[in-house]
């Protein structure tokens, strides 16, 4: 059973960091695409940072290019979000997903994806 798991979440002060992380069970993590979504209130969800089954291809929404980093590590079954200079704008609550996809490239909608954790919250003060 594919089960993904996100920690990480809090409360954070703009311009501040926080990282994100996802535990992955119950499945083979090198054959499955995963990415980061995220939900405001009010708002549907959205892709923000996905990857490719390798690590190779991360893929970034243009909003967080450039303070977001998405990576993963194969062997602890582990997918990460660094997030950097966040801004009251990326208050949300965020998700892990996972898809079972070995491409030469990156899907980030959340009709791609199928395997969803409970999300852990992000808040950015001013």
């Known amino acids: 059973q594919v089960q993904v798991v996100e920690s990480g979440g809090g409360l954070v002060q703009a311009r501040g960091s926080l990282r994100l992380s996802c535990t992955a069970s119950?499945?083979?993590?090198?054959?499955?695409?995963m990415g980061w979504f995220r939900q405001a209130p009010g708002k549907e969800r959205e892709g923000v940072a996905c990857?490719?089954?390798?690590?190779?291809?991360?893929y970034y929404a243009e909003s967080v290019k450039g303070r977001f980093t998405v990576s993963r590590d194969n062997a602890k079954k582990l997918l990460y979000m660094q997030m950097d200079n966040l801004e009251t704008e990326d208050k949300a609550m965020y998700y892990c997903?996972?898809?079972?996809?070995?491409?030469?490239?990156?899907?980030?909608?959340?009709?791609?994806?199928?395997?969803w954790g409970q999300g852990t919250q992000v808040t950015v003060s001013s």
């Open positions: 997903a996972a898809e079972p996809l070995v491409s030469s490239a990156t899907y980030c909608t959340v009709a791609d994806y199928n395997h």
């Open positions: 119950g499945f083979n993590f090198y054959d499955f695409a």
């Open positions: 990857i490719n089954w390798s690590g190779t291809l991360p």
